[in-house]
């Protein structure tokens, strides 16, 4: 095909195109290296190409907890919860960053939420436990402080 015919719209079989990169496993590959402000621009590149997908707005605000940035991620699973008001992970993780910013009342909300519809799997049990304990310790304050993140793993 002559130049003259792809400047003007014609297609060539054995031009090479551009091709989109998965910009979301990217990201998880970044944040399994622990370089999660490269995550964070994988991500935004993801959103771009789709805006309302849950795993990477969920995936997105983790990477941003992580890096400090509770502002942000409190924006991205407020965003998920807007296409998916169900969506027992953001409840869960919003409501944990709305208990360091001091908002314990949203918090319970989004806790009350998680347990609700609380997620399904082997390991659901110790996050629902962990939800629950966080509860008690904000409706009654004098049990004690809200307890620790359950590490995972």
């Given at each position: 095909?002559?130049?003259?015919?792809?400047?003007?719209?014609?297609?060539?079989?054995?031009?090479?195109?551009?091709?989109?990169?998965?910009?979301?496993?990217?990201?998880?590959?970044?944040?399994?290296?622990?370089?999660?402000?490269?995550?964070?621009?994988?991500?935004?590149?993801?959103?771009?190409?789709?805006?309302?997908?849950?795993?990477?707005?969920?995936?997105?605000?983790?990477?941003?907890?992580?890096?400090?940035?509770?502002?942000?991620?409190?924006?991205?699973?407020?965003?998920?919860?807007?296409?998916?008001?169900?969506?027992?992970?953001?409840?869960?993780?919003?409501?944990?960053?709305?208990?360091?910013?001091?908002?314990?009342?949203?918090?319970?909300?989004?806790?009350e939420a998680f347990l609700a519809r609380p997620p399904d799997g082997a390991e659901s049990e110790r996050w629902v436990r962990h939800a629950e304990?966080?509860?008690?310790?904000?409706?009654?304050?004098?049990?004690?402080?809200?307890?620790?993140?359950?590490?995972?793993?």
């Amino acid at each position: 095909m002559s130049w003259l015919n792809r400047l003007f719209g014609g297609k060539a079989d054995n031009v090479a195109r551009p091709q989109r990169l998965d910009y979301l496993n990217e990201a998880l590959l970044l944040e399994r290296q622990g370089d999660y402000d490269a995550a964070i621009t994988s991500y935004r590149l993801a959103l771009r190409d789709h805006p309302d997908d849950l795993r990477v707005l969920q995936n997105m605000a983790i990477a941003y907890s992580r890096t400090g940035r509770l502002e942000e991620a409190i924006r991205a699973y407020r965003r998920s919860l807007e296409i998916d008001p169900s969506l027992s992970g953001a409840h869960y993780g919003l409501a944990f960053l709305l208990i360091k910013r001091g908002d314990a009342a949203a918090a319970e909300k989004h806790l009350e939420a998680f347990l609700a519809r609380p997620p399904d799997g082997a390991e659901s049990e110790r996050w629902v436990r962990h939800a629950e304990a966080t509860l008690e310790s904000l409706r009654n304050p004098s049990v004690g402080g809200a307890p620790a993140e359950p590490s995972e793993g």
